[in-house]
């Protein structure tokens, strides 16, 4: 299964977003990582490009909302069916929000490295 | 020496062996036979090369500054922060600027949207700066600039505004973080090519040795790269090679080392083993002043002081236990005393899932005060000097800081090991190691892999987003685009260009395009249009 990694938007922290990428690559996952201030259009060719199986989206400013709503209406738009999900400084009261806007799932702040390998080896099942 | 007193390793003792996170195996016991090719023993504090401490009193007389950080949205509220500080009786103050500004993006700039004054000051044009600095007394209050992609540009619109006002530039003082190497390894706010990122800063020192001596252009952090992954060892090594890089720089313009190797400063990071951070302030602060003095020819000793700033880590703080935090950080803070820090903060100990309430940043400060008034940590200078242990690790340290500067030659020097990822992809793994020990219980962390206990779900909260001021800022934006002499701006934005294709120093032409009110994000495209962007090296 392959997964793209992304830094959307200004926001340069990106310790986090690596330590993920390593983890998912012990766990087996071909892993594709961005590189820091992609713009939501350049973050989707690169995953049809590398014809990934999901994006994730690492944002740590608060911008996540924003960020989240720009993903789902270009993912509507080119109408692309990649299960996405959003990481990083997230409160967890907009977990909801964020999958009703249509990430696949949201990890809040203090998300462990092992439960989000364990999330996307249950999403490698259904896939 | 007696059969008994030769027997102090782990294996000796029957005692399991220990590590330090930077590799180095402690043994259980040290005696003076572990220092014995030392020369602290005739060592004084404020004596080349300084290992006991930069003066010769150090706190005794005068003890280390605090200096919290703070971000303020926009220039206006920054003005009112400097009105209230001062009539507090305070003299200094951090700025922390917004997303856009730090990468070289005007307010309204499509890619700045939702960013605008959301993690501190927005500078569009100098207008911003002569808003925020308004009736300041700038011979009275020292402002550093918390910048790196666009420092340039930052210290250009900081003497400019000086000059408008009248001031002398040749007595404005004032810092600028303006270490663009490490932006590369850690934080992220690079904009062009390694090289070309380089020699802004060196037109920067070059400029200010020149102009406005008491300023001081850059402190190099070691702190990001430490956040980023690296161990304690690679911190200060890292971070003298970058030093070292800019010195380099200023060098070859023909600068006078003593003309400018005083105005350097550090910004460290503390978190984790005590007696470790110690000896690497302690081992480092001796190398530094070595490598200027014997490599670089200083005779000036200020020249040779390494000048820090050394403050608590986020990276050792917890969202778990979060009062755990505020014992991390009263330790961290009587690390940084220990080895002799100019300056000190501490992070608050709910910064690991929200903004620092009064009360929390009320308790750092108190920590602070309560060890510089209760603990006598002011009486006496460097009181470690001469423990067998702790002298042992600063030789180690020194030695070991030396070795991996020369892992970094091996890699082509710091700028090639930079453009290459060559330390990004060294410092990550890292990081992820760090990770996966602390998940995984192999590194203990009280409250996270010890120790724990059901927690209550604390809430991560965000400064809620200013739509009105970052609406306002774009009011301005269009009036000054409005009634600024707009040939002239052009005029002075090509001498800009003509300036970096001539590889001329930036500042001179960039300090005239300011005082027009030309935009940073114009600024910064003549510059890209030369230059060209960094290539970022994908490494995990």
Not at chain 2, 310 to 332: C, H, M
Not at chain 2, 365 to 393: A, F, N
Not at chain 2, 455 to 460: A, D, F, P, S, T
Request: hydrophobic share 35%; net charge negative; with cysteine.
């Amino acid at each position: 299964m392959k997964v793209l990694l992304s830094k959307p938007g200004l926001d340069g922290h990106d310790v986090g977003v690596k330590v993920l990428a390593h983890g998912l690559k012990d766990a087996g996952f071909e892993v594709f990582y961005s590189g820091l201030r992609k713009s939501i259009e350049t973050i989707i060719q690169m995953a049809l490009e590398n014809k990934v199986d999901a994006i994730g989206l690492s944002i740590l400013s608060g911008t996540h909302l924003v960020l989240a709503q720009r993903m789902n209406e270009l993912m509507n738009e080119q109408n692309l069916d990649i299960p996405w999900f959003v990481g990083g400084n997230i409160p967890s009261r907009d977990v909801n929000k964020l999958e009703e806007i249509g990430a696949n799932k949201a990890f809040p702040t203090g998300s462990k490295v092992l439960d989000v390998v364990k999330y996307f080896n249950e999403l490698k099942v259904k896939i | 020496m007696s059969e008994v007193s030769s027997k102090k390793t782990s294996e000796d003792l029957g005692v399991k062996k220990v590590y330090l996170e930077s590799g180095i195996e402690v043994d259980p016991i040290y005696t003076k036979d572990d220092i014995e090719d030392s020369s602290i023993k005739h060592e004084m504090p404020g004596e080349y090369p300084f290992t006991r401490g930069i003066h010769s009193t150090m706190y005794r007389k005068r003890p280390f500054t605090i200096r919290q950080y703070a971000g303020f949205a926009s220039p206006e509220e920054t003005n009112e922060r400097f009105h209230f500080l001062i009539n507090n009786g305070q003299s200094g103050l951090n700025v922390a600027f917004d997303l856009p500004t730090q990468c070289g993006l005007d307010s309204d700039d499509p890619r700045a949207l939702g960013e605008v004054g959301r993690v501190g000051m927005t500078v569009d044009t100098l207008d911003d700066f002569e808003i925020a600095f308004k009736n300041i007394d700038l011979d009275k209050i020292t402002v550093s600039l918390t910048i790196n992609g666009t420092a340039i540009i930052a210290i250009a619109m900081y003497i400019a505004m000086a000059e408008k006002a009248g001031y002398d530039i040749s007595s404005l003082r004032g810092t600028a973080q303006n270490d663009i190497l490490k932006e590369f390894i850690g934080r992220g706010t690079w904009i062009f090519p390694v090289e070309k990122s380089v020699k802004l800063v060196v037109d920067t020192i070059e400029y200010c040795a020149e102009n406005v001596p008491k300023y001081s252009p850059v402190s190099v952090c070691g702190y990001h790269i430490r956040e980023s992954g690296a161990n304690p060892i690679q911190e200060m090594a890292y971070a003298f090679c970058i030093a070292k890089a800019y010195t380099d720089g200023a060098l070859s313009r023909g600068i006078d080392i003593d003309d400018f190797a005083s105005r350097l400063s550090y910004n460290f990071d503390i978190y984790g083993n005590l007696f470790e951070q110690i000896a690497k302030f302690r081992g480092g602060r001796r190398l530094w002043a070595k490598i200027i003095r014997e490599e670089y020819g200083a005779k000036n000793d200020k020249s040779c002081w390494l000048r820090m700033i050394a403050g608590g880590g986020g990276g050792g703080l917890t969202k778990e236990q979060p009062e755990n935090n505020i014992v991390r950080s009263a330790y961290y803070a009587l690390i940084s005393a220990l080895s002799g820090t100019q300056t000190m903060a501490l992070c608050s100990y709910d910064e690991a899932y929200t903004i620092p309430t009064e009360h929390s940043a009320e308790i750092s400060l108190r920590t602070m005060q309560i060890m510089i008034h209760e603990m006598g940590i002011c009486d006496t200078v460097d009181p470690l000097g001469g423990s067998y242990y702790v002298e042992s690790l600063t030789d180690r340290f020194e030695k070991e800081i030396k070795e991996e500067m020369k892992t970094v030659d091996k890699w082509g020097g710091i700028v090639n090991a930079v453009a290459t990822g060559k330390i990004q992809e060294s410092v990550s793994k890292q990081a992820y190691e760090r990770e996966m020990g602390m998940q995984t219980g192999v590194v203990d962390k009280v409250g996270v892999n010890i120790f724990t206990r059901e927690e209550e779900n604390k809430e991560v909260e965000f400064h809620p987003y200013n739509q009105e001021a970052a609406n306002n800022q774009l009011k301005k934006l269009k009036k000054i685009k409005a009634s600024r002499n707009n040939d002239k701006v052009k005029e002075l934005l090509v001498k800009i260009k003509k300036d970096a294709e001539d590889d001329n120093n930036l500042m001179p032409s960039i300090i005239a395009a300011v005082k027009e009110y030309a935009t940073v994000g114009e600024i910064v495209q003549v510059m890209k249009d030369v230059y060209g962007e960094f290539e970022e090296p994908i490494f995990f």
